[in-house]
């Protein structure tokens, strides 16, 4: 079966292995960790019932980070012969040198505390690669877009939208010997369909693209622009609202970023001296699972650490915040330690050197059962 | 159109490219409705830097480190202050455009840009206060004296004790109000309910999914009172409407930088457009306003520098505000929120005080505006002259599917509006 770009070049892991290895070679620091993203992406765009772009992608990039006794920095290229890459060594290194130090950078981590080892309960690995998704053709997505136009037609509706479809990969070693690599694919259908005075939206993406159907998607969206035409106004004021999972999200998906140790620490999230109290109503429950079925993502962070799953709320109270490594250990010396719920890392760290730590990135509500 | 992007340059990867983007192109013609049309261009054949007095290149780390530590100790030094953030950017991007149109383009832009907040967490309360503007500060295309006029050490201690009075300061009222607005503030309001409502693109329905369309039917170009008389806007990519962070010679497919009036003494008169969208208007010529994020990524009609031309009878924020009765000043975005047809919004900023009798009378926390942009643009009533004019950057422009970021200018004096629903974002 062909690949997204007829033949695929994506980087494998022993290529990146051999990489690392020359990084290594050309760096004088204590401690070096490089990260690897690929991708090769392909996007469709429909608007006003024609295919108006029509874009594919390919690359690869490796970011270096440096440690001298508490300094670190990082320098990202995406040319991977020895000149770019001693070059990129260099810019990490000299940019590590002149930080002051840092008295909460830990060591890098190795294999072993990475994959959970020491404490938590880590996910674990995940199959989201499809060849299937991968192999998708130019044409293929033009021919899925003709059906969603051939059902903004039945409708006398004008559409507009996206078909993408991407592989990608990404990994990351240090020099304590770990080595984690994951691979991915994702395919996304995105639909609005417009009439005079309204419109319809839905959309789906999944790493397999054989659970997309994009004639329900786009029959779905012309029935919501259907169903809302000729709307009234009505007075600003409180009313009950239901909202679909997706406006849900755009809601309170900016919450997240505060359920974080770093947010705590910097006195900067609305969990300040809230946590283990009822925020939420009873019947909602959300957890942070990169496992879940619906959900898509590496099953490691920043810094390697394997990801777990993290119960956030519980029956509307608070329970806990997610943490990267250096995170956990400045709270477990804070006065706010014996407030915040366990505190351990849960692999939610972004790469080092960053100023917000964690954030929990795959989202769960589960339904009330009620 | 089909695009493919690669990393590599070799020759065979280059044909390689180019041929899948021929099978892409080919893909998209399965569903279409009519031809792309592209409004002729000459051929260009230019070289361009932004101009600068100190590449901020050949500065230390060091002593860049040394200016923002700096900062950030005149900030913490206030009781009360629980976090002190500051940063700096400097970015010098270089791009060749050739055409088989025969152009051949070679410009290097330059930005920078720095700034610091400072948060005070006191009770179940956050505020902050930010220099000189939030959201990443001040940024635009020019070489290091930017940081050298900035005063970055000589505001922060200032700026601190403003997040912490605020939290001893009144609630901002609600109910309709004469506001007047800093320049910062007007920029962003300029970027949000004039900027994007112009993109010829979203108006043409292309941006449907993702960032919205426009209220802005091409019916109403000519004939659509958008503000009052004082309202003049400008859509102005040329180095001598200032270094904004829209500033360039061509655009990314090889237009020179222009002029378009957008509202002439509150008349709208002009959209953003490109080569493929001008003969929806009309025009025989693109207005030059495409732009990609990156080598990776498809240029779209972008904001150049949408400016508001200042007033012409010398008028200073301090005049201004003595001249005002009754109302509220505020300074400084906190939050945005507009609908997708850029016409109903809520903007909230960190800092006001109320006027009373011509006199900043008491701190005011929370402040928030709301309305509908037409009408809004309509009540404003006086504007601060050139003085006051400062060509604001705004680096976190986002648009498109794959999702490009990029930077605009937008120039700006602190002006006055009358009968403003202000407050209702805390009620």
């Known amino acids: 079966m062909p690949h997204l770009y007829g033949k695929s070049d994506m980087l494998t892991k022993e290529q990146a292995s051999d990489t690392f290895d020359r990084i290594r070679r050309f760096s004088s620091a204590d401690e070096v ?154 395919a996304e259908i995105s ?149 915040v719920g366990p505190i351990e890392p849960t692999g939610h760290g972004f790469p080092l050197p960053n100023e917000v730590g964690e954030m929990p990135m795959n989202i769960v509500f589960r339904a009330s059962e009620a | 159109m089909g695009i493919r992007r ?109 700034g610091y907040t400072a948060y005070a967490f006191a009770g179940s309360e956050i505020q902050k206060r930010s220099y000189p503007n939030s959201f990443g500060g001040q940024w635009q295309n020019r070489g290091y004296e930017q940081i050298e006029e900035m005063k970055l050490v000589e505001n922060a201690r200032r700026v601190a004790e403003e997040a912490v009075a605020l939290h001893k300061s009144d609630q901002c009222p609600e109910g309709t109000s004469t506001i007047v607005l800093d320049g910062s503030q007007l920029g962003l309001q300029i970027h949000e309910s004039i900027g994007h409502p112009i993109e010829l693109d979203r108006v043409l329905g292309m941006e449907a999914n993702f960032a919205g369309t426009s209220f802005l039917t091409i019916e109403k170009l000519g004939n659509l009172r958008y503000g009052s008389e004082l309202v003049n806007v400008v859509a102005d990519a040329r180095q001598e409407h200032g270094p904004g962070l829209g500033t360039f010679a061509y655009d990314d497919e090889g237009v020179a930088a222009q002029a378009t009036p957008i509202i002439t003494n509150g008349r709208f008169t002009g959209y953003l457009s490109s080569r493929e969208t001008a003969h929806t208007i009309g025009a025989a010529r693109s207005g030059g306003t495409l732009r990609a994020e990156g080598w990776n990524r498809l240029p779209m009609i972008r904001m150049t520098n949408v400016s508001i031309l200042p007033g012409e009878k010398p008028l200073s924020l301090e005049q201004l505000i003595g001249a005002t009765d009754d109302g509220i000043y505020m ?34 926390k929370n402040p928030s505006y709301s309305g509908i942009t037409t009408e809004f643009w309509n009540s404003m009533d006086e504007i601060c002259s050139r003085d006051e004019w400062t060509l604001w950057g705004t680096p976190n422009c986002g648009k498109g599917q794959p999702q490009q970021v990029v930077g605009t200018g937008h120039g700006a004096s602190p002006a006055r509006f009358r009968n403003i629903r202000v407050g209702s974002a805390y009620s």
């Not at chain 1, 998708?136 to 051939?150: F, G, H, L, Y």
């Open chain 2, 6 to 114: 690669v990393r590599r340059f070799g020759p065979r990867a280059v044909e390689a490219a180019a041929a899948r983007a021929v099978e892409i192109a080919k893909a998209s013609a399965r569903v279409k409705q009519e031809d792309v049309r592209l409004a002729p261009e000459p051929a260009a054949v230019a070289e361009w830097t932004t101009p600068f007095k100190v590449d901020p290149f050949t500065t230390s780390v060091e002593q860049n480190l040394d200016l923002l530590l700096r900062v950030d100790a005149e900030m913490r030094a206030v009781s009360g202050v629980t976090l002190a953030e500051t940063g700096m950017n400097f970015q010098r991007e270089e791009s060749w455009f050739l055409s088989s149109e025969g152009s051949d383009i070679h410009q290097t832009k330059y930005s920078t840009g720095a």
């Open chain 2, 331 to 364: 300074e400084t975005n906190k939050s945005w929120s507009i609908d997708d047809k850029r016409y109903n919004f809520q903007f909230g900023c960190e800092i006001a005080w109320e006027i009373k009798n011509g006199k900043r009378v008491r701190m005011l």
């Open chain 1, 33 to 186: 960790e490089a990260i690897f993203t690929g991708s090769h992406f392909a996007l469709t765009r429909f608007a006003n019932n024609t295919i108006h772009q029509n874009v594919e992608e390919e690359n690869s990039v490796i970011s270096i980070r440096t440690n001298f006794a508490g300094r670190t920095a990082r320098a990202t290229t995406n040319q991977f012969d020895d000149e770019s890459l001693r070059r990129a060594v260099e810019a990490s290194e000299n940019l590590a040198r002149v930080q002051a130090p840092d008295p909460d950078l830990l060591p890098m981590p190795d294999a072993q505390e990475a994959d959970g080892m020491t404490g938590g309960t880590p996910v674990a690995p995940l199959c989201r690669s499809f060849e299937q998704t991968a192999a998708i053709t130019p044409a293929d997505r033009a021919e899925v877009v003709k059906s969603i136009v051939s059902v903004a037609g039945t409708h006398k509706l004008t559409t507009a939208g996206i078909y993408s479809n991407s592989e990608s990969e990404e990994g990351i070693f240090n020099s304590s010997g770990l080595a984690n690599w994951h691979r991915q694919t994702l």
């Open chain 1, 191 to 339: 639909i609005t369909m417009l009439a005079e005075d309204s419109s319809g939206w839905q959309k789906a993406n999944s790493p397999d693209v054989s659970k997309l159907d994009p004639k329900w998607l786009a029959e779905t969206a012309a029935q919501k622009a259907v169903a809302s035409a000729h709307p009234r106004e009505i007075a600003p004021g409180k009313y009950t609202v239901i909202l679909e999972p997706a406006a849900v999200l755009d809601i309170v998906g900016f919450m997240f970023w505060d359920f974080s140790g770093v947010a705590i620490l910097d006195q900067r999230s609305f969990l300040n001296d809230r946590i283990g109290t009822r925020l939420f109503g009873e019947n909602i429950n959300i957890c942070d699972d990169v496992a879940h079925p619906l959900q898509a993502g590496l099953p490691f962070d920043g810094e390697g650490m394997r990801r777990q799953r993290v119960q956030l709320v519980e029956n509307g109270v608070v329970k806990r915040v997610v943490y990267a490594r250096a995170t956990a250990e400045k709270m477990k010396k804070s006065e706010y330690a014996t407030t």
